[in-house]
């Protein structure tokens, strides 16, 4: 019996797949490694309050979305090797910073940066898609992104006893805990350059010829495109809205951000977004009047409905992880230790699910009814998270969360199982929307989290994925080709 094809290394594209989840996976330890601390610095750091742990980890989020717009472009003009491997040494300097700041600004300033290396994600997409066959795109990507994904909850496993043990030595451990972060991710940079290839030997990049916005291939494609662009700004408003109702310090009236500030961030990223706009219309509208080559063409009512599935699935993921240890604490009345197992049993099951679900996209021939099963799964899931109460026995409430979770991370890994058939040669870009809307999902059903009661935020992110499930059904394409052996 032949080892697995996964685990056959004498395949070049099998040691590229490893390769590239291990970065991804140092990317998610690293974008994760402030929660699993957080209490550790506040007992150290008699300068820090809460409330700003809460800033920070807004800040940990903030400039990701507008980062994996940008690093989509970059990946398709300059090709995934060099962007990830020049990513992985640069953040090193914000990840310094952050471990051994003095001061909170110093602190918000590093996290700000360090926001940016949760774009690493999309760099993976358009590497693998570029190395395997059509017909295993799916479960390579889920793959990918599954393995690489759980570099998020081994921070939280792992950071803490590396501060406190293999660092005890130090007052601050924890400090020296996060410089391992650094060396690390600088270190892999550099194997990560001399050991990996933007294509297999026998194919040739494919690329766009300069750093752009996406491009439309028609009229109404372009009109879509601006307002989908339109999110992408807006939540970056809404974090900055959400910072505005944070208070400086414990017992203090005093905003982090004042009115005043408010209102300039918001005129800030209204001239971003004019530009932005403005941009794409420089670029788009001399290609569309000169026609553009029918190979070259696609739907972007496919890269919309990818966006609101990663809006769905992946948001969802996020602002959940953020919520369930709590939510469980509170109403089974256990541990946190006992509750933050529990809770972890929705991301630990990224390591098969997210696989699972390209692989069933490859399988089942059809990439868009496997989108359909997965987003209307998601919606019944957590509609039935919605009725978890006291009243339930544990064993059960977590039984629902993992089916559940099981939806969520294979929608993830069918959504990025379609993603590269989209376009082949704007795979990049087009990965980078989708997970920027990911982010958006997070932003936005954090805020609405903040302002309703754990059953209403179950009814309103199943309803999401209902939305979404809608919008695949009538706009949502199957791609041509995307089960060909070659």
């Not at 060099?82 to 990513?87: A, E, G, P, T």
């Not at 971003?272 to 290609?287: A, E, G, S």
Request: one cysteine or more; glycine letters at 8%.
């Amino acid at each position: 019996m032949g080892k697995p094809e996964f685990l056959d290394f004498s395949q070049p594209r099998i040691k590229l797949l490893h390769y590239t989840w291990i970065a991804f996976f140092i990317t998610f330890y690293i974008w994760f490694n402030m929660a699993p601390i957080a209490s550790t610095m506040l007992e150290k750091l008699n300068w820090l309050t809460p409330d700003h742990i809460k800033i920070l980890a807004i800040a940990n989020v903030a400039l990701t979305i507008p980062a994996r717009i940008v690093i989509g472009s970059l990946i398709d003009r300059f090709g995934p090797r060099k962007v990830f491997s020049i990513l992985l040494m640069v953040m090193t300097i914000p990840i310094l910073f952050f471990a051994f700041g003095t001061s909170f600004m110093q602190l918000l300033i590093a996290r700000l940066f360090l926001s940016c290396i949760g774009a690493g994600f999309v760099i993976g997409i358009r590497l693998v898609a570029d190395w395997f066959p059509p017909n295993m795109v799916g479960r390579a990507e889920g793959l990918y992104a599954g393995w690489g994904n759980f570099g998020s909850a081994f921070a939280a496993m792992t950071l803490p006893w590396i501060a406190l043990e293999i660092f005890s030595q130090y007052e601050n451990g924890w400090r020296y805990a996060l410089a391992l972060n650094a060396l690390v991710s600088f270190v892999y940079g550099i194997i990560f350059y001399i050991v990996v290839r933007d294509t297999p030997e026998d194919k040739k990049f494919q690329g766009i010829k300069k750093t752009q916005p996406l491009i439309a291939t028609s009229w109404s494609d372009l009109i879509q495109l601006i307002i989908w662009s339109f999110p992408l700004m807006g939540a970056l408003g809404l974090l900055a809205w959400r910072l505005s109702n944070v208070q400086i310090s414990n017992g203090s009236t005093e905003k982090f951000l004042t009115e005043k500030w408010l209102y300039a961030i918001w005129i800030i990223l209204a001239i971003f977004f004019v530009m932005h706009i403005i941009k794409t219309l420089k670029i788009n509208i001399p290609l569309l009047k000169k026609g553009i080559a029918i190979e070259d063409r696609y739907s972007f009512s496919s890269v919309a409905a990818l966006n609101t599935t990663y809006f769905a699935n992946f948001g969802a993921e996020l602002a959940v992880v953020s919520m369930l240890p709590f939510f469980f604490q509170e109403t089974f009345s256990i541990s946190p230790t006992l509750a933050g197992i529990v809770a972890g049993s929705f991301a630990f099951v990224n390591l098969f699910a997210r696989p699972f679900g390209g692989w069933l996209s490859d399988k089942l021939g059809n990439r868009k009814r496997t989108m359909l099963i997965y987003m209307i799964g998601i919606a019944l899931g957590f509609f039935s998270m919605s009725f978890i109460n006291a009243t339930w026995s544990l064993w059960l409430a977590v039984a629902v969360t993992i089916i559940c979770s099981l939806f969520v991370q294979g929608a993830e890994g069918a959504t990025f199982a379609v993603i590269p058939f989209v376009n082949k040669k704007m795979t990049g870009q087009i990965s980078g929307m989708a997970g920027a809307y990911g982010n958006v999902g997070a932003v936005v059903y954090l805020v609405i989290f903040s302002m309703v009661d754990a059953q209403t935020f179950f009814y309103i992110i199943a309803a999401g994925a209902a939305v979404s499930f809608l919008f695949c059904f009538f706009f949502l394409k199957e791609p041509k080709g995307s089960f060909a052996e070659e």
